[in-house]
């Protein structure tokens, strides 16, 4: 069964999904929507052909900060500091590189307009974040998620040169274990993530862990000044 949503600012119960993952239908795209989502492990996900839709998928993709497997080379990359990772310089040119199509990925244009501009205003509100990988003044790739309480809703990545967006994401991980971050919440399954720590997580697990760490203090507000210890 899907749900359709009101303006009324209610989600149905996560475990209600279907199998396929898919909960709901319908609502709007308000900082105050998706801050409640994100809250109960719900995130939309959809195409310019679709009205909003709203998932939660069970299995839960996750990585534990603690579990982040960095390979010998990508650690001998960021060692030659070939490139300079930001946090929070250029939100919307990130999730728009991000939007941009690109072979072999079947996430590449979920990112329609009115998302791009809902989580803008969410990165404006001090919730969605970006981490920068540059290539001297280049933007060379890196990825943006949302940050609730002491959880990373990670939800877009992209390269532009390769390995930039794992030096991205090193730094992330590396960042979250400082602020004693629990989870990053992966969304759906993939290799390339699995090889680099994640783990399928039971539904009932994920979100006994979502709602404990949510609501632990985290750090709202632009993290342009986050310094990350080597």
Partial sequence: MIFGLTDSLIFPP???AREDGLLAIGGDLSVERLLLAYGQGIFPWYTEED??????????LV?????FHLAKRLARIIRQDRFRVTFDTCFAQLIRACSLPRAGKERGTWLVPEMIEAYIR???AGYAHSVECWEGETLAGGLYGVAIG??????SMFSRVANSSKVALAHLVNLLQQWEFALIDCQMTTSHLMSLGAREMPGYEFYSRLEKHILLSGHEGP????????
């Fill in 223 to 230: 993290w342009t000044e986050a310094l990350i210890k080597k």
């Fill in 122 to 124: 969410l990165h404006e």
């Fill in 51 to 60: 009205p909003i839709l709203w998932w939660a998928p069970d299995p839960r």
């Fill in 150 to 155: 002491r959880v990373f809703f990670g939800e």
């Fill in 63 to 67: 990585l534990e900060p603690k579990n």
């Fill in 14 to 16: 996560p475990y209600l």
